[in-house]
Nanobody
Framework: QVQLVESGGGLVQPGGSLRLTCAAS????????MGWYRQAPGKAREVVAS???????DYADSVKGRFTISRDYAKNTMYLQMNSLKPEDTAVYYC???????????WGQGTQVTVSS
């Protein structure tokens, strides 16, 4: 079992920045992939960024150059630095952990990000 807790969401003006944190605990073993997803009202959940246990990263086209995903190995924590935020980034952001050997999936409870003036 893996437990994920997100934090760092909030209200920010367009052009502003936020850093999301996902604290992971439990049975964390390589190889795995962790990622940030988001879901806006009335829309499907979409991937924002992902990072593997080998530190390969990938980003949705809509956030490339603005968002940065990273991990702190010692703290079992993943981050999403979001800069130059736009109103269309408004959504609930979720953290996901995928065990690539067992294919087990775990999700956090989500954190709200609202970009508005």
């Amino acid at each position: 079992q893996v437990q994920l807790v997100e934090s760092g969401g909030g209200l920010v003006q367009p052009g502003g920045s936020l850093r999301l944190t996902c604290a992971a605990s439990g049975s964390i073993f390589s190889p795995f992939t962790m990622g940030w997803y988001r879901q806006a009202p009335g829309k499907a959940r979409e991937v924002v960024a992902s990072i593997t246990s080998g530190d390969f990263t990938d980003y949705a086209d809509s956030v490339k150059g603005r968002f940065t995903i990273s991990r702190d190995y010692a703290k079992n924590t993943m981050y999403l630095q979001m800069n130059s935020l736009k109103p269309e980034d408004t959504a609930v952001y979720y953290c996901r952990y995928n065990d690539r050997l067992s294919a087990s999936d775990y999700w956090g409870q989500g954190t709200q990000v609202t970009v508005s003036s």
